[in-house]
């Protein structure tokens, strides 16, 4: 059974930073392409980013209002996804979810999500 | 940056047919994929490519897609699909690679 488990969200000052990091299992989590969704409270899903497999160059995208503030990254070794967030602004406030697709493609939906974690950035 | 509009809101009685739109430009070209999400829940893959379900999906769900909007339909509606439905689809010139629509409510009267 596919899980993610994501975990390190919390409160913090705006201009602060935060690394969140998501658990994976119940699949090949190395030749996974993995994504971090977001959901402003009471709002709509805004996809944040996404990393390759190491296999397929281990590239990273980004949503243009966190580019250059947001970094995804993997350890393979650990079944592990991270999302470190920097310069931290007040509409950064969001459920974050880890997800994945079944097949490591452009274009695919995303297959399984995490629980969420909630990062509350406020002064 | 690629725009996908979707109703706030549709209300139906059960028993009848909801048709939830994603209207875009030219979506008929592109792979559209269906999210249910319930209050407090991750979201949940209902539809992928247009109109492919999941399984454990029931059949009560299809989609459809083509020219500038594609359409949830959910069959013989029950007080357990009430809840947002989004949209999404890749688009690799937008600033968002995958861009969902804003969302529609699912009331069930």
């Known amino acids: 059974e596919v899980q993610l488990v994501e975990s390190g969200g919390g409160l913090v000052k705006p201009g602060g930073s935060l690394r969140l990091s998501c658990a994976a299992s119940g699949f090949t989590f190395s030749n996974a392409w993995m994504s971090w969704v977001r959901q402003a409270p009471g709002k709509g899903l805004e996809w944040v980013g996404r990393?390759?497999?190491?296999?397929?160059?281990?590239?990273?995208d980004y949503a243009a209002p966190v580019k250059g503030r947001f970094t995804i990254s993997r350890d393979d070794s650990k079944n592990t996804l991270y999302l470190q967030m920097n310069s931290l602004k007040t509409e950064d406030t969001a459920v974050y979810y880890c997800?994945?697709?079944?097949?490591?493609?452009?274009?695919?939906?995303?297959?399984?999500w995490g629980q969420g974690t909630l990062v509350t950035v406020s002064s | 940056s690629y725009v996908l509009t979707q109703p706030p809101s549709v209300s139906v009685a059960p028993g009848k047919t909801a048709r939830i739109t994603c209207g875009g430009n030219?979506?008929?070209?592109?792979?559209v994929h269906w999210y249910q999400q319930k209050p407090g829940q991750a979201p949940v893959l209902v539809i992928y490519y247009d109109s492919d379900r999941p399984s454990g999906i029931p059949e009560r769900f299809s989609g459809s897609n083509s020219g500038n909007t594609a359409t949830l339909t959910i069959s013989r509606v029950e007080a357990g699909d009430e809840a947002d439905y989004y949209c999404?689809?890749?688009?690799?010139?937008?600033?968002?690679?995958?861009?969902f629509g804003g969302g529609t409510k699912l009331t069930v009267l």
């Open positions: 030219n979506i008929g070209s592109k792979s």
């Open positions: 999404q689809v890749w688009d690799s010139s937008s600033d968002h690679l995958w861009v």
């Open positions: 990393i390759k497999s190491k296999t397929d160059g281990g590239t990273t």
């Open positions: 997800t994945t697709s079944s097949i490591a493609a452009a274009g695919t939906s995303f297959d399984y």
